[in-house]
């Protein structure tokens, strides 16, 4: 049974930090590619970051570029999320999701999804 469970949220103010953690059972964690998606009140799904199976290479959204940090411990069966200087834009719900294989910043691809944690970004 494929699960992912998100973890870390809370409130901060801007220019805090927050870990995000998604920590993963069920599978091989290495086989997976892992992807951060958040969604705002009022707004789609937007991809944050997305780490591959095998070589570890990330990808960010422009918008937390040089911010956040994703990466993955496969021992620990457990992928991250490391945000630093948090705006009130960031505000959200962030899922982790897994997909089999190479990674993707499309959502749709990812079949598996935790359920979520909320980060709150005060001015």
């Known amino acids: 049974d494929v699960q992912l469970q998100a973890s870390g949220g809370g409130l901060v103010q801007a220019g805090g930090s927050l870990r995000l953690s998604c920590a993963t059972s069920g599978f091989t964690l290495d086989a997976y590619s892992i992807g951060w998606f958040r969604q705002a009140p009022g707004k789609e799904r937007e991809g944050v970051s997305c780490?591959?199976?095998?070589?570890?290479?990330?990808q960010y959204a422009d918008s937390v570029k040089g911010r956040f940090t994703i990466f993955r411990d496969n021992a620990k069966n457990t992928a991250y999320l490391q945000m630093s200087d948090l705006r009130p834009e960031d505000t959200a719900v962030y899922y982790c999701?897994?997909?089999?294989?190479?990674?993707?910043?499309?959502?749709?691809?990812?079949?598996?999804w935790g359920q979520g944690t909320l980060v709150t970004v005060s001015s």
């Open positions: 999701a897994a997909k089999f294989g190479t990674t993707s910043t499309f959502p749709e691809l990812y079949n598996s």
């Open positions: 780490i591959s199976n095998r070589d570890g290479i990330a």
